[in-house]
């Protein structure tokens, strides 16, 4: 059995790599700098057809992450998706006219909202809506779409 | 006919009584918890038993299980060309799952066998009637410091497992198979959230803990004084547990994770 001392001491050393250990998830594997209630406005925008998007989804502006996907739902008076978007405080002067589109990250990545900014002076504040959005992609609508032409053009062919 | 019907429900009234019996003798610990405010050095004697001595195993393991999970994941992801992805999966499942049920199992057979052979033996030979004759609760005095010292060296060590698990995939992804290093930080970073996995991870930890050290104190407690019964008791120990964790494992997953 050891002395006590050396037992206080290893015991103190267990807490603080413990505690260590926990210091670095948090700050080097986690992000913990995820906007919090305070410091975002929100902006809502209307889409045909939202695609995969999901709450928490990154909502970008020349690539750059600046806000988040807050709340989705859909309004039945206009058959329109909603999608509420919380934009960083920081991002104060974003023209109003910016385009919203839907677009995905890579071939199978995540879905996000791009901003494309507009001519505007005028910029967005909290409750504001886009007014230009562009739906996403669905690739199975794609896909569809192709084949019907690819028929198309091969029926138009066979009788010439 | 009726003599198997018997024995059955003598088995199924006997495990009753078992799980009954557990949780009064949870219930007399946790009431007599406060005690250790008493006997301090006890508590940290048993964080050195329980908590130090298991700390290079789980280190160790955390650190390989980390190495090999990067070498499986990578021929997998390469073959979609997303090899960048390597340190947001390996983070994702040592956080989410690996960390705390592995080193639940591993503590469980490291320390939890221990702390039940211990107090096995305490009352085998017969030191826990001695101390009841000198009127020192063996509750207060033997049970409390080794249950609380599980409760708070598991999430410790769990979270360690986890860090060291993440150590060993950068070793091997970045140093071995050449994935990017800042792509392996930054995607990690962002896909990891520190309330959503770092702290559920913690959350899960933290009751396979208390899963685990009651049963292993519990078995100790109540094990038959003899060398055989200790030794069922142990064996029991290290089953229980690995029940307990990987019950309770599905169910808490299940509630946090089970909505995506």
């Given at each position: 059995m050891r002395t006590s001392r050396t037992v206080e001491i290893l015991v103190g050393m267990f807490l603080v790599l413990g505690m260590a250990a926990f210091i670095m998830l948090a700050l080097?594997?986690?992000?913990?700098t995820t906007f919090t209630e305070n410091d975002v406005f929100q902006v809502t925008a209307r889409f045909e057809n939202i695609g995969g998007l999901k709450v928490r989804s990154p909502v970008r502006m020349g690539g750059v992450r600046i806000g988040r996907i807050g709340e989705i739902s859909y309004d039945d008076q206009n058959l329109e998706a909603v999608v509420t978007m919380e934009i960083?405080?920081?991002?104060?002067?974003?023209?109003?006219d910016s385009e919203a589109s839907i677009y995905t990250a890579g071939l199978l990545g995540e879905q996000y909202i791009s901003l494309e900014p507009g001519g505007s002076s005028e910029f967005f504040i909290q409750g504001d809506e886009v007014e230009e959005t562009q739906s996403a992609l669905v690739l199975e609508r794609m896909v569809g779409r192709f084949l019907i032409n690819a028929s198309d053009q091969t029926n138009s062919s066979s009788d010439n | 006919m009726l003599d198997s019907l018997q024995r059955l429900g003598q088995a199924g009234l006997d495990r009753f009584q078992r799980l009954g019996q557990s949780v009064l003798f949870l219930i007399t610990v946790v009431a007599r918890m406060m005690a250790i405010v008493r006997y301090p050095s006890l508590l940290i004697q048993e964080l050195y038993s329980v908590g130090v001595l298991s700390l290079a195993l789980i280190s160790i393991s955390g650190l390989t299980v980390g190495m090999v999970l990067a070498l499986q994941m990578y021929t997998t992801l390469v073959n979609f060309g997303a090899e960048q992805m390597l340190g947001p999966v390996v983070a994702l499942s040592l956080v989410r799952e690996l960390g705390p049920v592995l080193t639940a199992l591993l503590f469980s057979g490291r320390a939890g066998s221990a702390l039940t052979a211990e107090i096995g033996l305490m009352k085998t030979t017969d030191q826990l009637s001695v101390m009841e004759m000198m009127a020192v609760d063996p509750i207060r005095r033997v049970v409390v410091p080794r249950f609380l010292a599980g409760i708070i060296s598991m999430p410790l060590l769990a979270t360690i497992f986890s860090a060291a698990g993440i150590m060993g995939s950068y070793l091997v992804g970045?140093?071995?198979?050449?994935?990017?290093d800042g792509a392996f930080w930054s995607l990690m970073r962002d896909k990891v959230s520190l309330s959503e996995d770092v702290l559920n991870g913690l959350y899960k930890s933290i009751l396979f803990g208390v899963a685990a050290v009651w049963i292993a104190v519990y078995e100790g407690y109540q094990a038959v004084p003899t060398t055989e019964g200790v030794s069922r008791a142990t064996t029991r120990t290290v089953v229980h547990s690995a029940f307990a964790v990987l019950g309770l494992d599905f169910v808490l997953t299940a509630i946090m994770f089970g909505d995506y």
């Open positions: 080097k594997v986690s992000n913990i960083n405080q920081k991002y104060q002067k974003i023209p109003n | 970045v140093g071995m198979l050449g994935v990017d």
